[in-house]
Each structure stands twice: as structure tokens, then as C-alpha cells.
């Protein structure tokens, strides 16, 4: 059987993350024994030449991961809508979630909380009947880890799907793929790159970009998990969102 690594990064500027530090960039690999080399390198690059700034300290984590645990799943299906303006960006959330049971005010109020927030590293779980923050680690959040794209499938599909290649846009759609295929009824992302503003949301098997999600030069963003708690273990989906190896594509 083949043997799988998954390699992790995080970095920060003014010190590590759990020490005040601001982040700088993230990235998750599932990788064979030989792609360990090139990949931890790409990652300490990007680490070290971010548009967020330069990191000064960088968390590289290496583990092997059992070939048993894998899990195949399809990537979401790719939409692009029209935004004029971050002025526009709420009217266009409500208008892409009005069959979804989340209330208005709620999705209006997380969309103001992630285009200003600085603080949380990884995602906010809300559940959709209180409103309240699920996840426990406030300022660390969720942060979703242990999957990647088949290569195969991916080099196949990001040629018929998605054009001109982006691997933001790649890592985004795994991620969020791996996010609905927790139990998630919604995700809302913006990234906190200051020159970054095209945003998503995912919904009924959709990644649909929303250009123009925030501000141009705004550092902030972030990401939101609508789930109900009512009809899921919360541990349970926090623990298959941060430790069950998962590719995207492909079959076992
Ligand atoms: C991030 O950089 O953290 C989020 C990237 C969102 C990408 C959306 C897209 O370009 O389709
Ligand atoms: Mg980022």
C-alpha cells in the first residue's frame, strides 16, 4: 500500500500564533514520501514571501497518516456570480442563500465579523439555532487540515473546470469540498490578503466566488461554518474537518 504523509504549514509575524503573533499563511498537503522535500520547500517560500508580510516564525508539521483512514470525495461544483462592489456583497449572500434556514440577521452579522476579524486563526462553527459560536478555542477556530486534490483528477479537472489554472482558487475548493462533506449547510470565506478579494460561499454542493467580497487593502477576513446542532456531533465534525485524511477526486 502506498504510504501518505500529511505536511502542514503556519506562519506568523511577531512571534508564533499562540504567542500573539499575526498570520501570515497557511498550507496542507497530503504527499508520498518522495514529494516531501519539494513540498516542504514550496511551503517555506511561500511562508517567507507573503503579501501579508514576511514571517518570522513558520510551523512545518510532518506526519504519516494511515492508508486505511482515507476517504475519496467529488469536489463541489464551481459558480461565479457578479458583485459590483463590497457594498453589494451582502445583498448578493442573501440572494444566493434565500431557500437555506439561516436567518438574514445572522448571516448579515457574520459577514460584518469576518471582514473585520484579526484574531481567529481558523474557522467559526455557528450554529444556525442560537447563533453561537460552537467551536471551543475562539481565537484559534477550526482549522481544516488533512486533505488535498488527486492529482490525477485534479490536472483533468482543473483543465475542463476551471480555465486559466489558480492554485488559490485549487486549495480553496478542496478545502471547502471537505467543509460540505463534514454536514456543513454553508461556509462563507474571505481571505485576509490585502490584494485578495474574491471570496466564496458554498451551499447545496456549490462553490459560488463572490468577486469584490471585501475592501481592496483590507488585511482582514475569514471564514464561517453555518451548521445545525441539532442534527450533528459537534466533536465529531470538528475531528473529521481537522484529522480524517481526505482527497479530493479520484477513487479508492
Ligand atoms: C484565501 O486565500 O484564504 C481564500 C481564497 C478564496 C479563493 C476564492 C477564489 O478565487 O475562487
Ligand atoms: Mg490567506
Redo the contacts with the bound molecule.
Sequence with gaps: MKKWYSVRMRSSKGGSHENGGQHISGAERLVTPVELETTTTEMIRRATMHTRGEADFISLKIESIQPSEIQYILPLCVKEIINESHHTTKKVLQEQLVSSPIPQELLFSLYDWIIQDNVTRGAAVIDINSGKRMDPMIDRGVRVSHFDWDKEFKDKWSTEKLGVY?E??AE?IALASKVAAAGTICEI?C?D?PE?T???LTYQHNFI?IPNMKQKNSPYGGRVFFVDAKKLDIDEYIHYLETTPVFIGGIS
Excluded: H, L, W
Design positions: 489558480n488559490r482558487r480553496a470565506c481571505s490578503d485578495y474574491t471570496g466564496y466566488r
